[in-house]
Structure formats: structure tokens, C-alpha cells
């Protein structure tokens, strides 16, 4: 079990281009989450999935947003024609569902700037 | 809608010495679940403790503890012997499903400083 990884760590782009991110969750997660945090701010949720299927996505994600978790295993989110606002760090979270007794395991996030 | 409020951006404790972090939050929910995160710097953000709201007893984890006021509506962490290594990001956050079931609702918070 090698936790929650995320790709890249950093990212440095031009307004106006189109990045990608990865999370990679714990193994045997079923449930993958996309938070953002901008500097000075707790994280705020974006998006989930339950195995591939995205069952919830936050007023946050505009049309310019997209997530995918193409085989219910790693997950993609991507930001089109990006603006300046979208500078933050993206974290992915992953938790096992069944037990409310689990817990959502963080990456240690990606931190988009743009210029 | 749930709201998370951490009133103390930054807080300073001495090495050895309690300090106790506040949290209030907003909901009309009557079971939910509440948790405080912890993020060092430049690494991710793990969970310290957990509470169930239908649970009276405050939650401990080691030098960790809670005082959950369910009518107040106030999550507090108190950290006892403070370390060094406790210096960090502390988030309170709100869930209404469960960590694992749920999406989290996070304060701004609070920058835990320990002199040494």
C-alpha cells in the first residue's frame, strides 16, 4: 500500500492552455475525491467517484472542468483554456466505502500556477 | 448549507505546553461526523481524529483530544505535551456521511507554530 500519489507535482502553464492532472488512489479504494486549495483556504470538494461513475460535482467545476475515472482505478482532471484564478492546489482523496469507520486518504496534491 | 468555521488563523504553543484549537459549525443535520486534519508543511494532509456526533464521549487519540459540544455547536482539538513535529496546517472539517462516504467540508485553518 504506497497511499495516494498525484502527477505531476507542480505545474506551471500559460492562461489560455489546457493541463491534466493524475491520482493514482490506494488500491483497493472504490471512492475518489477532487478537492481544491487556494492559499489561505481549507480545501473545498469538487468532484467524487464511486468506481467509475461520477456521482457528484460541486457549482465550483464550470464547464471548463473535467474528471474521469476511465476504470474505476486512477482518475484524470483536466482544466481547459485555463485562467489565472485556477491557481491552487488540486488534491485527490481516496476512501474505502462500508465502514464509517474509514477515512478519506489524501495525495499531496498538485500545485497549478498559472500565468 | 453546512458551513466550518475556524476562528484563530494562527496560534503559537510552547514545546511540552496544551494548546487548544477552536472550530464551530452550521448544520440542521442531526448525525454527521467531524474530524481535524492535520497538513505540514509541503506534505499531505492526514487525519488526527475523529468524531461521531451520535457519541457523547469526546474522542482521544494519544496526546489528541476533542470537546465536542453538540447544542454549542463547537468541535474543539486540544494537542497536550506539545512536539515540535506538531507544527502544521490544522483543519476542522464536517461530513454528513462519514469520512469514507462523504465529501468534506473544511474550515479556513488554524497555523499551529511550537517554540522550542
Known amino acids: 500500500d504506497t497511499g495516494v500519489s498525484q502527477n505531476p507535482r507542480h505545474k506551471i502553464t500559460k492562461r489560455g492552455q489546457n493541463v491534466t492532472f493524475r491520482c493514482d488512489p490506494i488500491s483497493e479504494h472504490n471512492r475518489l475525491y477532487w478537492y481544491r486549495q487556494t492559499l489561505g483556504q481549507g480545501p473545498e470538494f469538487l468532484t467524487y467517484?464511486?468506481?467509475?461513475?461520477?456521482?457528484?460535482k460541486s457549482r465550483l467545476l464550470s464547464d471548463r472542468f473535467s474528471a474521469e475515472r476511465p476504470k474505476g482505478s486512477f482518475s484524470t482532471l483536466e482544466i481547459q483554456r485555463t485562467e489565472q484564478g485556477d491557481s491552487a492546489m488540486y488534491l485527490c482523496a481516496s476512501s474505502r466505502t462500508g465502514r464509517t469507520t474509514d477515512t478519506q486518504y489524501f495525495g499531496p496534491g498538485t500545485r497549478l500556477t498559472v500565468l | 448549507a453546512q458551513t466550518v468555521t475556524q476562528s484563530q488563523p494562527e496560534m503559537s504553543v510552547q514545546e511540552a505546553e496544551t494548546v487548544t484549537l477552536s472550530c464551530t459549525y452550521d448544520?440542521?443535520?442531526?448525525?454527521?461526523?467531524l474530524f481535524w486534519y492535520k497538513q505540514p508543511p509541503s506534505r499531505q494532509m492526514i487525519l488526527v481524529i475523529r468524531q461521531e456526533a451520535y457519541k457523547q464521549q469526546n474522542a482521544t487519540e494519544n496526546r489528541f483530544s476533542v470537546n465536542f459540544q453538540k447544542a454549542a455547536k463547537s468541535f474543539s482539538l486540544k494537542i497536550s505535551d506539545s512536539q515540535l513535529g506538531d507544527a502544521a496546517m490544522y483543519f476542522c472539517?464536517?461530513?454528513?456521511?462519514?469520512?469514507?462516504?462523504?465529501?468534506?467540508?473544511f474550515g479556513k485553518g488554524t497555523k499551529l507554530s511550537v517554540k522550542p
Open positions: 472539517a464536517y461530513s454528513l456521511e462519514g469520512g469514507s462516504q462523504g465529501n468534506l467540508i
Open positions: 448544520t440542521s443535520e442531526s448525525d454527521y461526523y
Open positions: 467517484f464511486q468506481n467509475e461513475a461520477q456521482l457528484e
